[in-house]
């Protein structure tokens, strides 16, 4: 997906955060280890629970920037810049994502909308749900409604066999906002990745976060406020594959030559795809009913 080059933000939509020394996260080592806590947190899980996947140890806590300190993103300005770097194609992401869901989850869920946090950081940072470094990955975190992103950690989606394309970065940030309609909803505390299974109700949410994913790229590029060209078909194969890349049986088949279905706790790479093609083809949040509630305006 492409931003038009000449649409400009008003003000910061993304704080930073980060940097210095800090302590790391005992993953048991090796690629592996980075690649399981990329599925934990890549779409969604929670930095602070990262002891009960890996047996960790601690890591050294470090305070947040003063906000009031924070300069934000500035070299994103414009829709070039949001094309040429991938911080600032968060930062525009997040901007388009917050203008389709303002107007959405009124009209389709009854609900209002309120734009979550978003931090873009640098190395590690600490968020309300506790420590989180490049290595954890993006993340939503429910105790003070933001969405993290290291940037860096996009570079790990080859090695998932996924595409490290704009889309398929759009897209994971895309997932992580679904996580904070699902707060807005009230259903995000359902997700319990202590009793996992590929019909648990984490896996049910991750899918549906995955499917209000799809229904962004659906309605992205239309009507004059637009902020991105026209979507094509290769873009949205892009983001198909990351779906699928990010799967459990294909993380498991990758990091330990395993599939464990009784293990899974965000779908395999074909509910991932199936779900983002149900937002994607349809649009609406009746379609991504996962949890069978009736709460969707048709």
Same mark, same amino acid.
């Given at each position: 997906m492409t931003?038009?080059?000449?649409? =400009?933000?008003?003000?910061?939509?993304?704080?930073?955060?980060?940097?210095?020394?800090?302590?790391? @996260?005992?993953?048991?080592?090796?690629?592996?280890g980075l690649l399981i806590i990329g599925l934990f947190l890549l779409l969604g899980g929670n930095p602070g629970d990262i002891g009960q996947i890996t047996g960790g140890g601690q890591a050294q806590q470090q305070q947040p920037a003063d906000p009031a300190q924070d300069p934000g993103l500035a070299h994103c300005q414009t829709g070039d810049d949001a094309n040429q770097y991938a911080d600032c194609r968060v930062e525009f992401t997040a901007i388009s994502l917050d203008q389709m869901w303002t107007e959405v989850l009124p009209q389709q869920a009854g609900l209002e909308y309120r734009e $979550?946090? &978003?931090v873009v950081f640098e190395d590690a940072t600490q968020s309300g749900c506790g420590y989180a470094s490049a290595?954890?990955? $993006?993340?939503?975190?429910g105790g003070d409604q933001s969405a993290?992103?290291?940037?860096?950690?996009?570079?790990?989606?080859e090695q998932l066999g996924g595409e490290n394309a704009p889309l398929a970065q759009m897209y994971i940030v895309a997932h992580e906002f679904g996580h904070h309609i699902q707060y807005i909803e009230g259903t995000?505390? &359902?997700?319990?990745y202590n009793n996992p299974g590929e019909d648990s109700t984490a @896996?049910?949410?991750?899918?549906?976060?995955?499917?209000?994913?799809?229904?962004?790229?659906?309605?992205?590029?239309?009507? =004059?406020?637009?902020?991105?060209?026209?979507?094509? $078909?290769? =873009?949205?194969? %892009?983001?198909?594959?990351?779906?699928?890349?990010?799967?459990?049986?294909?993380?498991?088949?990758? %990091?330990?030559?395993?599939?464990?279905p009784d293990l899974w706790t965000h779908g395999s790479s074909e509910q991932r795809q199936e779900a983002f093609l149900r937002g994607y083809n349809s649009g609406n949040m009746s379609s991504c009913d996962y949890l069978n509630t009736g709460n969707y305006a048709a």
């Open positions: 931003f038009k080059g000449d649409i =400009q933000k008003s003000g910061n939509r993304a704080r930073t955060g980060g940097g210095g020394r800090t302590g790391s @996260v005992v993953a048991g080592g090796g690629i592996g $979550p946090g &978003l290595n954890t990955g $993006p993340f939503y975190c993290y992103f290291d940037v860096s950690f996009f570079n790990q989606l995000l505390d &359902l997700i319990d @896996v049910l949410l991750e899918l549906q976060a995955d499917c209000y994913a799809g229904m962004w790229v659906n309605r992205a590029d239309e009507g =004059q406020d637009a902020m991105l060209q026209t979507v094509t $078909p290769e =873009q949205v194969e %892009s983001a198909i594959n990351t779906a699928r890349a990010v799967g459990d049986d294909n993380i498991q088949r990758r %990091s330990t030559g395993e599939v464990q």
